[in-house]
């Protein structure tokens, strides 16, 4: 019965270790390398895989390319979104400052990875359906979910206390997350009505197995980015907040030596 | 329960003192809602078409803009920190600022409507049921608005902020009250999308209110 | 022997800066709570901690039902001052009909001698006025907490001799107060603590963050 | 390995699309590490000035 307890006790207490911002800073810094390192192992195999040695599509010649960076962008700035909200949850619930940091971080790479998805989706559309811009359910609630990301970050901008702004904005990451899936239910709905099924060209299960793996490939690739680039944002801010506290003159004095 | 009807009843008196606020939100939408004939040109078949969207934007756009200042004066004057102080009623307070706002702003647009309806062309069929999609709708609308009236307290540009975080949350509601009006408008039978209305309506009115609730309690602990 | 009021080391920051380091009180029946210090000490920032107004970011606060006044008065511009009393009343109490809360609320407002007051608007009252019509709330539900922002500011001296005998009277029935002042006449109360809240340069609170 | 899409009709999209993910995510990533080093010697100096003159 002891391994058992205890080994719930260290759960909570290593839990507990990542609320201080020093020791977060300290563990993120040896974690972030691995994560590059992770994020490169997988993303140029992954691409290369795609872009040359997948055949081309019978239907759509080789413009399907574009999907080794579009489908893993769209499923990683949705991902991002609930990972913002459950850490606002757990900021505001435990009143934990560097879940909060970390929310708010999540915000512009999440922003990001939408921004890349409506990109690369209008440009995929062009040759596909022949306009930049096709109203069709998953690029418009995409959209919509670009303009939630905006509302957070501007929301966290606009409030001075920097506290007040990461709770605030993490409060309207939580009602959003909560409304994503209606918005896209009825963004979904909506383009049903309009255009009847639109003939989506690639629909998960009709990929065959040599457009599949890169694609697998590549979606892991971004969660490790969004690792990586999550912990960066992240230990600045915390080092910035905490500037006139000891750890940090510590660290700036051992970083500089 | 009674703090809300305490707050609604308190601020509709309030609101009969105040007469011109009243009607600015109804100028703006009348406003906005015949520009588009201008713009885009009387003819008959066309405004039909676009009747539905024009009318529904136009009344999400004059909600969000009369919410701006919903909470600001009470947080001015120190009202807000004796709401907080009576803990448990914050929720009910706000859902009874909200109710008296949708009442004094969201009841108006509802009367006025079948004049828009006219302005738009929209068909004599769809005028009920663009009546039912507003009252169905504009509560919701309410409550997201004064949600994000309550979010913005802490900012100095608190209008468009407000409309920039609110329009992507309002976006099902846009969606299913305007294919409802035009479905109806063509003859087909709006009931389900009426229906998602009134479920969107309830799940607003069991849940906003505590947002708002968090939202003015983060506010005060500037 | 429970406290009206239980603060145990106690921290706010702001802009992730302590405002007053870390702070105890523990006031108990018939006590008095001075808090004093220079100009951006952070007395109010504590006593909207004490009322519950802004959480903690670290230690605990616990506390009875309690009169909060501080610099914002909670007075509506707009309405009277009967009626913003009256907006007081009916939400803290239930079932008072018309005739009982016109009564209570001229009670209230006599005890400082500001019955003229009623039907004025708060918006046209003079910063003397207005304090007194927002200290009118102490006695219209009786509460046994007291806490009071800078009570004596902009009182001519027959108010702040009204005020100050109402506090004792308030203190030796049992209840309690937390005063931040710089007013002298509050020295000679029963149990009385002075508290001193130091300036927090920012050099100084380079304490440890918690590992 | 072909890549003989690079001459072909579609590669006109292909390469834009991969160039404004490369674009994106490269600011997103390298953002923070450059703004991170400029802060990290501001806030030294400020413990170094605040170590010369003891308040």
Redesign the interface.
Known sequence: MSSHTSFWKRCKTWFHRWGSPAWFYRTSGLIIPWLWAGFFLLAIPGLIWGLSIAPPDYLQGDSYRIIFIHVPSAWQSMLIFAVMAILALIGMVWRIRVAETLAMCCAPIGAAFTIVTLATGSLWGKPTWGTFWQWDGRMTSELVLLFLYLGVIGLQQAIEEPRKAARAAGLLALVGVVNLPIIHYSVEWWTTLHQGTTISFFGESSIDASMLWPLLIMAIAAKFYFGAALLTRTRNTLLLQDREKNWVRETVQGEKS | MNNLLIIAGHDLRLAFRRRNEWFQPLWFLLLVVALFPLGIGPQPALLAQIAAGVIWIAALLANMLSLESLFREDANNGRLEQWLLMDGSLPALAAGRTTAHWLITGLPVILISPLLAAWMQLPQAAMGTLVLSLLLGTPTLSLLGSLGAALTLGSRQGGMLLALLIAPLSVPVLVFATSAVSDAASGFDPETQLLLLGVILLFAITLVPFAIAAALRIHLQE | MDYLLTADKVSY?????SVFGTVSIHLDAGGCVLLTGANGAGKTTLI?LL?????PTAGTVSSIE?H?I??????????TVQENLQ??L???T?GVDRQQAKQRIDEALSRLQSLSLRSQRAGGLSAGQAKRAALARLFLVPRSLWLLDEPFVNLDQASIDLLLSEIRAHCAGGGGAVIASHALGLADLPRSQRLKLPII??????????? | MNLDWLSGPHAVYILPAYAIALAVYLYTALAPVFSGKRQLRQIADIHQHQDQQPS
């Open positions: 920051e702001r802009f992730y800066r909207k009322a519950g107004v802004l959480r309690q909060f501080g610099h914002q008065l909670g007075l509506h511009q707009e309405l907006w007081y009916r939400l803290w239930r340069r920012p050099a100084q609170h380079r304490e440890h963050a918690h590992e």
